[in-house]
């Protein structure tokens, strides 16, 4: 493009940047509150605390019983996201692969959970799992987070599948492999990138996930994130800077695997979800 | 052909059509998204016809009936609608900006943070960050804009910036992939005969975004319109942000009412449906053809 060098697009240039400026410097500003606050001894109308500490982590620790909820957490994300690959990538290989009727509705299928809000379908959907037994412990609060988790594999995985030639495929047939060999010995380690990446979004996505997990956990299979919210709702119970220090825990959990992924996906594919 | 088709096993027939051994490993997926998202919103929809007392419409008839109730409904609007136009205002300039960068990667980075935290840490951030005694309220009175702390939790205005930092990045990176999908040499055609930056946005790249944009108008809505955590946390989650998923939510875990809290779900799809249904309407009278970014 042509280089514009007007005063008027100078300063709406610097009109953006400095939009784009106060945001980030807002978001770091209070991402650094929480991380300062976890850290003080006392905070009280002041531009900084009385004094540091670290105690408020031990504190945090033992309060919240953060070792049994960290655990709980992996263990929900982890199932999470080991059957969500399992369910999803079979299926974005039949749907990448084959043409059959009713394609079309059965995408539709996979879309709409992406596209409806979790707290919209969260309610029915707790509901049925309070009815049928399974809320209130970990095997519901992994169903529920894998009802938005199989369509998002489906649908990052699709792609994938299409640019891998189908004669290679081809060629395994020839040698006799049956589905589940070309599967384990072709598909896989060629898809293996893109799993990877599909797979880390999910783990992200779901540890962040709010809204389905709270209304389907109980008191033994709270993520980090409902116990967060409970722990905030309920602030005044305990002191701030305890919360707060569970807050960065939080904080660091999520940041390590969002580092992770970035090392294999592009940023922009934790949003755009469902692009048809 | 409709002669001898019997003679060709069924199974060759169906693998004509696309289906063998193969496309059954669509099954689980499928089977497992009808019982857990198909069955339970219409075991939601038939349950919200089974109301505790009355006749079958009593939970609607109470819900349009009960101030306490149907007013959820224009306070979530309230909030999202203008979430979504200030969040869609903000984003359109700054990816046009952002489309010229060569390094994108540690801006949409940085953007990509306040969507992998979540809500409820947002909501937390902000409660110690907007705060009274918080460094926002500092900085604007050294500065001398404010004499006195603004108040800006647990009232609209706290609820409100909580969901534009979260709804923010979201509808940006989103814009900007709609952005980067229209042919830039439109834009340079459009320069070479002497169109200015502002004949070219109104003339050529706006047109072409504006598909991109409704898709993205429903998505932002639909998000904003579903807040739950931080109304409850940063706003006031009894009086003026009341929002919708607030009485779906009491109605089923305080009253334990499913039947009540399937009702207010339905109704909470039913204003969202109809508001992207109303975008989308609008969006098919716009151009839509192979020179637009419309990707969605």
Known sequence: MVKDTRLSTKLWAAANWTLIGFFVVNLFAMIATVVTSSFSTRWLGTWLPAG?????????????????????TFQIVFLVVALS?????????????????????????????????????????????????????????????????????????IPFIEQIDTKIEAAARVFGANTFKLFVHVLLPLLMPGILAALLLVLVRTLAMFELTFLTAGPTSQTLVVALYYAVFAAGVRAVQSIDA??????????????????????????????? | MSTDTSTIPLKQRLAARGLDGLTLLVLPAVLFLLALFIYPFFYGLFLSFEPKQGG???????????????GTIATTLWLALPVTIATLLLAIPIAFRVRLMKNQRLLTTILVIPITLGTVLVAEGLLNYLGPQGWFNRVLMTFGIISSPVKLLHNYWGVMLSLVITGFPFTFLLTLSYLSGIDPALEQAGAT???????????????????????????SFVQAFSVFPSAVLLGAPSGPTRVISIAAYQAAFEEYDYSMASAVAMIMGVVQL????????????LYRGPAGGGKG
């Open chain 2, 193 to 219: 005969l002497g169109a200015g930056p502002w004949d070219r946005f109104k003339h050529i790249l706006f047109p072409l975004l504006l598909p991109g944009l409704a898709i993205t108008f429903c998505l």
């Open chain 1, 85 to 157: 690959g399992l369910i999803g990538v079979p299926a974005a290989y039949a749907l990448a692969r084959r043409d059959f009727p009713g394609k079309k509705l059965v995408m539709l299928l996979f879309l709409l959970p992406l596209l409806v809000p979790p707290i919209t379908f969260g309610i029915p959907l707790a509901t049925v799992l309070y009815q049928t037994g399974f809320a209130g412990q970990m095997s519901g609060v992994v169903l529920a987070n894998l009802v938005p988790t199989v369509p998002f594999v489906i649908l990052v995985m």
């Open chain 2, 56 to 70: 079958i419409f009593a939970n609607y008839q109470r819900f349009f009936s009960d101030r306490f109730l149907y």
């Open chain 1, 52 to 72: 540091w500490t670290t105690r408020w982590y031990s504190a945090a620790w033992s309060e919240f019983q953060l070792y049994d909820v960290l655990s709980v």
């Open chain 1, 246 to 276: 569970m807050a960065v825990i939080y904080m660091v959990t999520t940041l390590i695997w969002l580092v992770i992924a970035l090392r294999f996906v592009n940023p922009t594919q934790i949003v755009a979800r469902a692009k048809k």
């Open chain 2, 274 to 285: 109809t508001i992207v249904v109303v975008v989308l309407a609008a969006r098919g009278l």
